[in-house]
C-alpha cells in the first residue's frame, strides 16, 4: 500500500548509505526536491544510475554523497559540460568517482530487464564501439535460433528508484503525460519507489499520451509541488533554461559551487 | 595586379563570401538542403537540430522530427535548447517511451535519417563523443559521452554527419569509438549487426565529405564559396582525398540567409 509521506521521512525511511539509487526523468519530471533532500540527509557512497546524470547528479556528485555514477550522456543539456562530474572524473573531488557508462539504448534496457525479471536484455547495437572494452555488465551472445551474434546488457535493479510525476490520486496511483522516459520502468525495476508530484487529486482524468502507475508499486508518494524545477512538469511550468545556463558558471568553481549548495540546498527555505 | 587564381583573389573572394554569411551559416544551409521532404529524421540537440528545423521551414515542411526523447513528428516553433523541452511532446503527433524509441522505432529500422555531430571524426568516419586523449580511465577531456548517438549511426537507415571542420576534430583514428562509422573491410558493418548504411555525408563549414564507394574513406567532393582545397588539407589530420570532379555548392540564397537568421532559438534571454 502506497504512504503519502513528506519528502524528508520517505528519503529517511528508503534511501541508505551505499544504496543503488535511480533518479530518473528524461529531462522532463527530473526529481531535484528529492536529490536536494538526499543532499541534506548526507547520504554517503551511494550507487546513482541515470541516463542523463544532468544537473541534479552534478549536485550530488559535487555534494560528495556518490561512489559510483552508471549513466549514459554526462552533460549539461544544450549548454556544455558538467564540471562537478568533471572535476570527480578527472581530479578525484571531493571524492573519487567510479564510472560505467553505456548508450541511451543499453541503459533503456537494462531497466526493461530489471522491470522483466529478466537477468540480461538482448538487443543490437554496443559491437565495434569502445565501450564494451571499457564498460562492465554489456557482453555478446548468439541468437539460439538463427545463430546471429546479438547484444546482452545485464539487468538494473536499483535499490530504490524515485521519480517525478504530475499527479497521484489518494489512493497512490500515479499518473505522468508529456516525455515518459523511462519513468515506468525504472519504478518497475527497482526493489524501493519513492514518487514526488505536483498534485494530489481525488480522481485522475484523462490526459494526452499519458501513463498511469497503479499504486501497487509505488511506496511513497510525497507531494512537492515544483519538485521537478528547473528542469519542467509539462502543464505545471516550463523548464527553466536560463538556470541550466546559469548553473555553468555557478558549478564551474568549487568554492562557488559550495556557496550554492549552503545557501539554496543545506539552509531550508 | 591582381590575376584570377592569385592568392590574392582568393583571399579577396574569401573574405567577401563571409561578409555575407558566417560559416555556420553556411554548414546549417548546405546540411538543411540534404533533407529530402516526407523523411524522417532523427535528430540530436544542437546544429543538427537547427539543420533539420531549418528544412521545415523551407522546402520539407513535411518532414517527420523523431527526438530520442520520446516525441514523434514535433513541430517545434522554437529551436530546443535540450533534447526533451516541453516545445517538443506539446506539438508532436505522439510521444513514446524511451524504449520503445530505441528498440522499435529505431532499431527496427524506421527511422530514415539521422543527424550526428562529435568531438573528433577519423578518415573512416567513426564519431567520438566520449573522451579525448589515449586513456579511457585518465582522459585529457571529459566529454558527455554517447547517449543516443551509437543507436543512431547503427540503425538509421543512413546519416548524416555536421560538425565543424577543425584539425583537432579531423583526426587519423579517433581516440575512442563511441559510433562506427566504416571499418577495413567490405561487409565490416553487417558483420557486426548495424543494419543502416552508416555516415554517408559529412557536412562541415568548409564543404562536403563521402566515403569513397571503394575503399570507404572520406572524400572531400565539394567546397563551399570562397574555401580552397588547401584550406581544408590544412584543418584535416590525415592525408584528404580529393574527388576528380570537386564541386562547389552553391551560395545561400537571400531566401536561406532570412530563413536561418529567423529561426528563435530556446534559451537566448534576448
Known sequence: ?269 | MDRIGSPGAALKVRSAALERWTSDEIMTIVGSRSIRDGSSCFVGIGIPSTVVNLARATHAPNVTLIYESGPIGAKPQVLPLSIGDGELSATADTVVSIPEMFNYWLQGGNIDMGYLSAAQIDRLANLNSTVIGSRYADPTVRLPGAGGAPNVAAFCKAVTVIMRHQSRAFVRAVDFVTSVGFGPTDGYRESLGLTGRGPTTVITDLGILEPDPHHRELTLVAVHPGVTVDMVRDRTQWELRVADDIGETSPPTETELEAVRSLVHAGSTS
Open chain 1, 1 to 269: 500500500m502506497t504512504a503519502l509521506l513528506p519528502l524528508e521521512e520517505a528519503i529517511s525511511r528508503y534511501v541508505h548509505d551505499g544504496d543503488t539509487i535511480a533518479l530518473e526523468g528524461f529531462t522532463h519530471l527530473i526529481p531535484f526536491a528529492a536529490g536536494h533532500e538526499i543532499i541534506r540527509q548526507r547520504r554517503k557512497s551511494l550507487t546513482l544510475a541515470r541516463m542523463t546524470p544532468d544537473l541534479i547528479y552534478d549536485q550530488l556528485i559535487g555534494a560528495g554523497c556518490v561512489r559510483k555514477l552508471v549513466f549514459s550522456w554526462g552533460g549539461n543539456p544544450g549548454v556544455g559540460s558538467l564540471h562537478r562530474f568533471r572535476d570527480a572524473v578527472e581530479n578525484d573531488w571531493p571524492v573519487p568517482l567510479e564510472i560505467e557508462e553505456h548508450s541511451h539504448a543499453g541503459m533503456a534496457n537494462r531497466y526493461v530487464a530489471g522491470a522483466s525479471g529478466m537477468p540480461f536484455a538482448v538487443m543490437k547495437g554496443y559491437a565495434g564501439t569502445s565501450l564494451p572494452a571499457n564498460t562492465q555488465n554489456v557482453s555478446f551472445i548468439e541468437c539460439p535460433f538463427t545463430g546471429e551474434s546479438v547484444t546482452a546488457v545485464a539487468a538494473l535493479r536499483p535499490d530504490v528508484g524515485i521519480i517525478h510525476a504530475q499527479r497521484a490520486d489518494r489512493r497512490g496511483n500515479v499518473q505522468l503525460w508529456g516525455i515518459v522516459g523511462v519513468q515506468v520502468e525504472v519504478v518497475l525495476a527497482s526493489a524501493r519507489t519513492i514518487v514526488t508530484v505536483e498534485e494530489v487529486v481525488d480522481e485522475l482524468d484523462a490526459r494526452p499520451f499519458d501513463r498511469v502507475i497503479p499504486s501497487m508499486k509505488v511506496d511513497a508518494v510525497c507531494h512537492v509541488p515544483g519538485g521537478a524545477r528547473p528542469s519542467y512538469a509539462l502543464g505545471y511550468y516550463e523548464r527553466d533554461n536560463d538556470a541550466y545556463l546559469a548553473w555553468d558558471d555557478i558549478s564551474s568553481d568549487r568554492a562557488r559551487f559550495l556557496e550554492w549548495i549552503e545557501s539554496e540546498v543545506l539552509v531550508p527555505h
